[in-house]
C-alpha cells in the first residue's frame, strides 16, 4: 500500500495537467499565445509573429502549415487565405513578390519561399478584356520570398 504522501501516478498526472491549463490561463491574461502548430508561446502583440488563420500559426511554422493547411480548404477558402497570407508577409516579413521563376535570388538566400495565386487576377492569369496579367506575365501565379536576414 502506497505511503500517504505518494498519490496514484492518475491523481499526478491531472494534478499537473490542471497546473499547466492554469499556467496557460495565465499567460493568456499576460497577452501570451501558442501557435497551433509546434505549441511554442508568443506574444500577442509582437507584430508579424503569429499568422492569423482561425488558428494562430508562427512565422517559423508557415512552410510547414501552409502546404498540409491549403490542402485541406476549399478552392474559394484557399484562395481567400492565401491572399491574407501573402499580404502579411508582405507587411510584416517584407516578402517580395517575383512574377519571374528565373529572376528568384538563390535558395540560399531565401528564408521562405511560396507559390501562391497571382492577387492581381485572382490566378486566372488575364485581367479585364481578356488582357494578359502584367503582374504574372500571364502566369497565373507568382513566387512570395522572404529573404534571409544578412548577418
Known amino acids: 500500500m502506497p505511503e500517504p504522501s505518494e498519490a496514484p501516478v492518475g491523481e499526478v498526472v491531472a494534478r499537473h495537467e490542471l497546473d499547466l491549463d492554469r499556467l496557460k490561463d495565465a499567460l493568456g491574461l499576460l497577452g501570451v499565445v501558442p501557435c497551433s502548430w509546434c505549441k511554442k508561446f508568443f506574444r500577442r502583440s509582437d507584430p508579424g509573429a503569429l499568422f492569423d488563420a482561425g488558428e494562430l500559426v508562427c512565422y517559423g511554422c508557415i512552410p510547414e502549415w501552409w502546404p498540409q493547411r491549403c490542402a485541406q480548404l476549399s478552392i474559394k477558402d484557399r484562395e481567400t487565405l492565401e491572399s491574407k497570407l501573402v499580404f502579411w508577409l508582405r507587411s510584416q516579413h517584407h516578402a517580395e513578390i517575383f ?13 521562405l519561399h511560396l507559390i501562391a495565386n497571382c492577387l492581381e487576377c485572382r490566378g486566372t492569369g488575364k485581367l479585364m478584356g481578356n488582357e494578359r496579367c502584367r503582374y504574372c506575365e500571364g502566369r497565373g501565379t507568382v513566387w512570395v520570398i ?6
Open 99 to 111: 512574377k519571374d521563376p528565373a529572376k528568384l535570388p538563390e535558395s540560399s538566400l531565401q528564408e
Open 146 to 151: 522572404v529573404s534571409r536576414k544578412q548577418a
